[in-house]
């Protein structure tokens, strides 16, 4: 069974060309622009800043840029978020993951079949979450 798992991981890898790799940020793309954009509502903007500082910043940072992504109505940036916010635990960040999970879900399954994730998927990440909280302590 390993053997053929790294059989398929491979033939995956040897799939993949460089041109397929997508470097981030991007030349041109201009931090400052982003950021002004993200704060003014610009969703994608917010998820591209959101992302540049998953890479490029501080715990703290990241966790920012994921609530102006989430706050600007972003389903990856709410998902992001909530999962930066189970890292962190608490009973309070645990709260907050589950009811972002739960969002992610409702904004999933509003916008129909078809979106590459499955509304199950969803589902599934919610129940993982309260699961993780309750065992922690952090009921809700």
């Known amino acids: 069974m390993r053997t053929l798992v790294l059989v398929i991981a491979a033939a995956a890898l040897a799939a993949c060309t460089t041109e397929e790799i997508i470097p981030f940020p991007p030349k041109g793309w201009d931090r400052e622009k ?3 954009a993200a704060l003014a509502g610009d969703v994608q903007a917010s998820n591209e800043v959101a992302y540049y500082y998953e ?3 501080t ?3 990241q966790l920012r840029w994921y609530r102006v992504s989430a706050e600007a109505g972003s389903a990856t940036g709410m998902q992001l978020l909530a999962l ?9 960040a645990c709260a907050e993951a589950i009811e972002l999970h739960r969002k992610v879900a409702v904004i999933r399954e509003s916008e129909g079949p078809g979106r590459g994730r499955t509304h199950a998927a969803d589902a599934d990440r ?13 009921r809700r």
Do not use: S
């Open 34 to 36: 982003a950021e002004a």
């Open 55 to 57: 890479t490029h910043g």
């Open 59 to 61: 715990p703290a940072e």
């Open 84 to 92: 930066a916010l189970e890292r962190q635990g608490g009973r309070t």
């Open 126 to 138: 919610l129940e993982a979450t309260r699961a993780e909280c309750e065992a922690r302590g952090a």
